[in-house]
């Protein structure tokens, strides 16, 4: 079977390079907020690229209510290194999690 010489050259450009894709990024920068935190964060709303790493927007329930459209949330806003290691995060804002904007 012939080898594909483009897929082993990306694989020694990222090795090289050091660079983790966005998934391992994300993965390793939320174990880190949830441990912080101490709890685990729902999902993540948004993700770019900065001069310094990654900023990533991530919700997390802050008070749990019956129905759980009642239950507050927040956004945070994730500062991240390249390696996805957490530098810094603010709370955005709080919402309920049955509203919209």
């Known amino acids: 079977m012939p080898r594909d010489d ?5 694989e020694r450009t990222h090795q090289i390079s050091g660079h983790d894709g966005l ?5 390793r920068s939320l174990a880190e907020f949830g441990d912080l935190v ?3 964060p729902e999902r993540v ?3 770019r ?5 990654w900023s990533l927007l991530v919700d ?3 008070l749990e209510r019956i129905p759980s459209t009642t239950s507050v949330l927040a956004t945070y806003r ?3 290194d390249e390696q996805g290691f957490l530098v810094g995060y603010e709370r955005l804002r709080r919402f309920v999690r049955g509203s919209t904007d």
Do not use: N, P
Not at 6 to 10: N, P, R, T, V
Not at 23 to 27: A, H, M, N
């Open 6 to 10: 483009s897929a082993d050259e990306g």
């Open 23 to 27: 998934g391992t990024i994300v993965s």
């Open 38 to 40: 101490g709890q685990a």
């Open 45 to 47: 709303t948004g993700a």
């Open 49 to 53: 690229r900065t001069d310094a790493g």
């Open 60 to 62: 997390l329930t802050e």
């Open 78 to 80: 994730l500062d991240v």
